[in-house]
C-alpha cells in the first residue's frame, strides 16, 4: 500500500475528474492510475502527471492488481463491482449511498472518526458519508466533545454540481433560457433550478421527508456514535459548487459564540470566517476550490436553553467527496 496501484471507478464524472486532480495536487503515492468508466467512455483519455491515461471499462477483471479502488459511479455500479475488487484483493473507498449503513463498513471523516478506517474487514469497503453529512459533522465533532450536542436542526443549500455534470449542464441552460422569457424547462431536477430554490433532493419517503434528509439524520449518528436527534431540510439551489448549511444546536452545557469560535479554529479541518462587524462570512464562492469546512455566522439561539446557530459552507466536490476519500487513502497508506 505504500505505492498503490490506484483505480479510479467512475473516472469521467464530476467526482472522478475531481478524485484525479486531488490525487495530483496532494502528490499521492500513485503507483498505477488505473481510471475505469462505463463502456460507453471506454477508450477516451484522461491527463494525470503529465501522461495520458486511457479509460478502460469497468467490469470484474479489471481490478486484477489494484491495491486500492477510489469509487464514484453510482450505488448499483459499487454493488455490482466493489465485491469484485475485493476478491481481487483491492480496499475500495466507496463515494456512493451503496453500503454506507450497513453495519460492517466503516463510514469515516478522517477529523471525525478516523479509528474506523482500519475496520473493512473482509468486505474490503469503507464508505464515504454524504456530501451534506460530511461538512456537519467536521463542525459538529469539536462541538460534542466540548459541549456535548443534544440536538441538531439543519436547513442546507446544495449546489447543482452535487447531482452531476448533466445538473450542472441543465443550470447553465435554464438560466439562460429563463433570462430570454423561456420556461426553464427542466430534464434533471423536479423543478425549474433557475432563479429558484428546489426542497426536494432524492426520493421522497413513507414519513415525507427525502432521502437526502435521512441520510443526513442516519450518517450523523453512525459517524459521530452518539443517538443526536437531527432534522433537516434539503433544498437544491442555483449554484453550481459548494453547499451550504444552516444549523441550529442545543448543547447539554452552555457555549458561547466566542468559544465556540476559538474551538473551530483549532479543530482539524475547519477554517472560521466570522467578522459581523466587517461584513465576512462564508459563502459558497468563498468555499468553492478550498479543501476546508468554513464556519461563520456564529450566534446565540435564544428560543432554547443552551442554543447555538451557525452557517457552515463547504466544496461538495472536494471536502463533500473525493478530498474525504482521498484523505482516508492517505491514512490507509501511511
Not at 443534544?150 to 449542464?169: E, F, L, N, P, W
Request: aromatic fraction near 6%; charge should be negative; include cysteine.
Amino acid at each position: 500500500m505504500q505505492t498503490p496501484s490506484v483505480a479510479i471507478l467512475g473516472a469521467t464524472g464530476l467526482v472522478g475528474r475531481t478524485m484525479a486532480k486531488i490525487l495530483e495536487e496532494r502528490d499521492f503515492p500513485v503507483g498505477e492510475l488505473r481510471p475505469l468508466a462505463s463502456a460507453r467512455s471506454a477508450g477516451t483519455t484522461m491527463h494525470f502527471r503529465g501522461r495520458e491515461f486511457t479509460i478502460q471499462e469497468a467490469t470484474p477483471d479489471a481490478f486484477r492488481g489494484v491495491d486500492l479502488v477510489l469509487s464514484s459511479a453510482g450505488a448499483s455500479v459499487s454493488r455490482a463491482l466493489l465485491p469484485a475488487a475485493a476478491a481481487h484483493g483491492a480496499v475500495s473507498i466507496d463515494n456512493t449511498s451503496a453500503f454506507r449503513m450497513e453495519p460492517d463498513i466503516p463510514l469515516v471523516v478522517p477529523e471525525v472518526n478516523p479509528h474506523r478506517i482500519s475496520e473493512y474487514g473482509e468486505r474490503r469497503i469503507i464508505a464515504n458519508p454524504n456530501c451534506s453529512t460530511i461538512q456537519l459533522v467536521v463542525a459538529l465533532k469539536p462541538l460534542h466533545e466540548a459541549f456535548g450536542v443534544k440536538r441538531v436542526i439543519t436547513s442546507t443549500y446544495q449546489s447543482v454540481s452535487g447531482a452531476g455534470q448533466a445538473a450542472v449542464d441543465e443550470l447553465r441552460r435554464t438560466t439562460g433560457d429563463v433570462l430570454a422569457g423561456g420556461s426553464g424547462e427542466t430534464d434533471v431536477f423536479p423543478s425549474t433550478i433557475a432563479f429558484n430554490a428546489v426542497p426536494h433532493i432524492d426520493v421522497f419517503m413513507p414519513d415525507d421527508d427525502t432521502r437526502e434528509e435521512w441520510k443526513m439524520r442516519v450518517e450523523t449518528k453512525k459517524i459521530m456514535e452518539a443517538e443526536i436527534p437531527l432534522h433537516a431540510t434539503c433544498v437544491r439551489v442555483p449554484v453550481l459548487e459548494a453547499h451550504s448549511e444552516a444549523v441550529w444546536v442545543e448543547t447539554e452545557r452552555p457555549v458561547s459564540p466566542r468559544e465556540a469560535r476559538g474551538l473551530w479554529a483549532s479543530s482539524p479541518g475547519l477554517a472560521v470566517v466570522d467578522e459581523p462587524a466587517t461584513g465576512r462570512y462564508p459563502t459558497a464562492l468563498d468555499a468553492a476550490g478550498r479543501d476546508e469546512v468554513l464556519v461563520g455566522r456564529v450566534r446565540v439561539d435564544p428560543t432554547i436553553e443552551n442554543g447555538l446557530a451557525f452557517w457552515v459552507v463547504a466544496d461538495n466536490l472536494r471536502k463533500g467527496a473525493a478530498l474525504n476519500a482521498i484523505q482516508i487513502a492517505e491514512r490507509l497508506v501511511s
